[in-house]
């Protein structure tokens, strides 16, 4: 059974940092591809970034590129969202995804973690 364990998340103030942590111990199918949508209500869940812990390539919607910073760990099968320069927009519920598919990693297989909640203030 794939379990995605998340923490991080928060109230921040605009401008400021965060930082989103994702394990999915034992999968190591999921190890192929791991990454970030969110959500915001009454809306589809949206791609954020992506990295393949392979090789460290790594995708990011043009929303965030700049300021968000994905990494990974292969053998520990993790990933984590470092959120920088944060924006009332960013507010959202955030999923972590594994394992992803297609060219830019974006296409999720269906196994999420428990979502967490950034709130960025004005």
């Known amino acids: 059974q794939v379990q995605l364990v998340e923490s991080g998340g928060g109230l921040v103030q605009a401008g400021g940092s965060l930082r989103l942590s994702c394990a999915a111990p034992?999968?190591?199918?999921?190890?192929?591809?791991m990454g970030w949508f969110r959500q915001y209500p009454g809306k589809e869940r949206e791609f954020v970034a992506a990295i393949r812990l392979s090789d460290k390539v790594t995708f990011y919607a043009d929303s965030v590129k700049g300021r968000f910073v994905i990494s990974g760990d292969n053998a520990k099968v993790t990933v984590d969202l470092q959120m920088n320069s944060l924006k009332p927009e960013d507010t959202a519920l955030y999923y972590c995804?594994?394992?992803?598919?297609?060219?830019?990693?974006?296409?999720?297989?269906?196994?999420w973690g428990q979502g967490t909640q950034v709130t960025v203030s004005s």
């Open positions: 995804g594994a394992p992803l598919y297609g060219p830019n990693l974006n296409v999720p297989s269906g196994y």
């Open positions: 034992g999968c190591t199918f999921c190890s192929y591809a």
